[in-house]
């Protein structure tokens, strides 16, 4: 079957504007993961949600990062007011049941967002 | 709180050599370990991970890792690499009672003809 899948693949906005990044998990997947790897480092976590509820934010940086997962399957994350700093590769992961450590996470290509 | 350090940021090898990858992690409770790959223009994939019992885990493509709890270590091993290796490895570590991942800064990988 089809493996997680992110878009776009590329995304180009100015400071100050507003993008939605999608992901779509595999399906049947119940947990879904965001991701954030800025050049030269190792991803960094996000968001967890398991089903359609946030089981972990912790890693969101602040308020202006919020993701959605209204139906427990495509999530949205979402970023106002875009920061040059905010430049990285956001990638999305899925597993089969989430919750506890052992399931593997399955990742998507990932969004590369360039905030000029 | 949990950390994974990667102690090489990159490793040049000839082909058909061995290589060990190294992984160091920091954390006051059990933790599951975690190697993926990323190839190029490619998303992470999982090469092996490590979840409890022997402490020789054998993953894709030829690798293995050890655990190893008293020296905090879960380093990456392959006897004979390939050109076909070239990549960036991670090596990563999460907790019993959450999925969130988290990496180290990873290891470029690259194996010479």
């Known amino acids: 079957g089809a493996g997680v899948s992110q878009t776009p693949s590329n995304k180009v906005t100015e400071k100050g504007k507003y993008v939605e990044l999608r992901c779509d998990p595999i399906?049947?997947?119940?947990?879904l993961y965001w991701y954030r790897q800025s050049l030269g480092q190792g991803p960094e976590f996000l968001i967890y949600f398991q089903g359609t509820g946030a089981a972990d934010d912790s890693g969101l940086p602040n308020d202006r990062f919020f993701a959605v997962r209204p139906e427990g399957s495509v999530s949205t994350l979402k970023i106002q007011r875009t920061e040059r700093g905010d430049s990285a590769v956001y990638l999305c992961?899925?597993?089969?049941?989430?919750?506890?450590?052992?399931?593997?996470?399955?990742f998507g290509p990932g969004t590369r967002l360039t905030v000029l | 709180a949990q950390s994974v350090t990667q102690l090489d940021s990159q490793v040049p090898v000839f082909e058909e050599a061995p290589v060990e990858l190294r992984c160091n992690y920091s954390?006051?409770?059990?933790?599951?370990l975690f190697w993926y790959v990323q190839y190029p223009n490619q998303g992470l994939q999982l090469l092996l991970k490590y979840l409890s019992g022997s402490t020789l885990v054998k993953g894709i493509n030829g690798f293995e890792a050890e655990f190893n709890k008293s020296q905090t270590s879960f380093h990456l091993r392959k006897p004979s690499v390939h050109i076909s290796d070239t990549a960036e490895y991670f090596c990563a570590v999460t907790l019993s009672n959450t999925g969130k991942l988290i990496f180290g800064q990873g290891t470029t990988l690259q194996v010479k003809p």
């Open positions: 954390s006051s409770v059990s933790v599951y």
């Open positions: 992961a899925s597993s089969l049941n989430g919750g506890g450590g052992t399931d593997t996470q399955y």
């Open positions: 399906s049947g997947h119940t947990a």
